[in-house]
């Protein structure tokens, strides 16, 4: 059985983000890591070499394959900030609603950085 490549270990969060070379960008995922801290409670970990998880959570699909995995969590990648929300969007949708220009994969949250995801948050 396939075994899954992104996993939990002891890598340094902030080493991780203290490598991201753009100021912008690196303070955003400062923001970030204090953000899903705070909201889920729980300590960061890294997930593979890229990502930073919070929280876990073991899976076991009908064909048997079962492993472990983070609830949320981000990754600086080259592109975007992707934000990982791993139980989908689905009930999001009116405060996806309010996010002005993004894109979506089945977990998946692609930003350009955090100004679109803070004004939803601040009162208008």
Known sequence: ??????????????????QIE????REDCFK?????????GEEPKM???SIVGFGNYHY????????DFMTVGFSPRKQNITIYIIAGFKRFEELMAKLGKYKTGKSCLYIKNLRILTWIFLPH
């Open 60 to 67: 076991k699909y009908a064909s048997g394959r079962e492993g």
């Open 47 to 49: 997930w593979g070499t």
């Open 32 to 40: 970030i890591l204090d953000l899903m801290k705070s909201v889920t």
């Open 22 to 25: 753009a100021p912008m960008k």
């Open 1 to 18: 059985m396939r075994e899954n490549k992104t996993k939990e270990n002891d890598a340094s969060v902030e080493g991780l983000l203290n």
